[in-house]
């Protein structure tokens, strides 16, 4: 895990949490946008189409000054916090999962409780992710493209 508090970046820490639940056989997409007009730092579903979002948060003050997060929970089966090892636990919700991640890996230390998605949202928010992902991949491959 990361040596301290002021080492760990978002990006580190997604990574470590995408192979995490890469793992567990999750896809991920960060930075994906949703419906409401946020945007989520990770999303993963699962091939039976469970939807996980993540929250990554990188210090105090970085989950201090971010309370949007609860507009979140509407657009997953299950809601995680994404934190480095020396991040005071107690500070984040008991309802949520939570996951201690470094740039190699993640471990979840709280499961989150399932609140599962309305069918039609789901379908939305499963079509939105393939769109998405198919978007991300044909730029990669043609990054000339007008997409």
């Known amino acids: ?3 301290d508090q002021g080492c760990a970046s978002a990006r580190g820490l997604a990574r470590g949490v995408a192979r995490a639940l890469g793992s567990l056989g999750f ?3 960060h930075e994906f946008p949703l419906d409401n007009g946020r ?3 990770i999303v993963a579903i699962s091939a039976a189409g469970e939807i996980i979002i993540v ?3 990188t210090s105090v003050a970085d989950y201090r000054a971010d309370r949007k997060w609860t507009s979140y929970l509407a657009f997953c089966d ?3 916090f994404a934190v480095p090892a020396d991040f ?3 500070l984040l ?3 949520c999962g939570l ?3 470094d740039d190699y890996g993640a471990v979840i230390t709280r499961p989150a409780p399932r609140q599962d998605l309305h069918g039609t949202r789901r379908r939305a928010q499963t079509l939105r992710l393939a769109h998405a992902a198919m978007l991300r991949l044909a730029r990669l491959l043609d990054p000339e493209a007008e997409l």
Request: charged residues 30%; aromatic residues 8%.
């Open 78 to 80: 299950r809601f995680y």
């Open 93 to 95: 919700p008991d309802d």
């Open 55 to 57: 929250e990554i948060k």
């Open 1 to 3: 895990m990361a040596a």
């Open 39 to 41: 945007r989520v730092d």
């Open 99 to 101: 996951l201690v991640a």
């Open 88 to 90: 005071p636990i107690a």
């Open 27 to 29: 896809a991920t997409l």
